[in-house]
């Protein structure tokens, strides 16, 4: 099985370590199971960072995950996504957040998060909530 942490989860989990989903995470790497990290997160992870030397920090750490990389199927997917949640009454607030979703869609990841938007999508697509 594989687990996609959203960015609010890895935020929480590489700062103050605490969060709603940071216990889970924090179980999952202890169990050695598949964590994953792609590109949505890993720019809005890192984006926020103001020191070279955390940003240096934190992007080894996330070396360290298994990476999914986007194709460009995904990106038609998460236009699918947000088109359909709109078009029923749920606007995502975030594009990436399609993006991420349909990464997840396509490898068959739990996605793990800290997000209303992804329950949102969950809602009219088969994405899988950890």
């Known amino acids: ?31 050695e199971t598949e ?18 030397e955390q940003f240096t920090k934190v992007s080894r750490i996330l070396e360290s995950f298994t990476y999914l990389e986007a194709d460009r199927m995904d990106f038609l997917k998460s236009a699918e996504i947000y088109r359909t949640c709109r078009a029923n009454g749920f606007t995502i607030r975030k594009t990436l957040d399609c993006l991420i979703a349909a990464i997840a869609l396509r490898a068959d990841a739990f996605v793990m998060h800290s997000d209303r938007d992804f329950e949102a999508i969950a809602r009219f697509f088969p994405l899988k909530i950890y």
């Open 35 to 52: 964590v994953c990290i792609c590109g949505p997160t890993l720019t809005e992870t890192l984006q926020g960072i103001r020191s070279i």
């Open 1 to 31: 099985m594989l687990f996609l942490p959203d960015t609010s989860v890895w935020i929480d989990f590489l700062g103050k370590g605490q969060g709603p989903e940071v216990g889970k995470l924090k179980r999952l790497i202890e169990l």
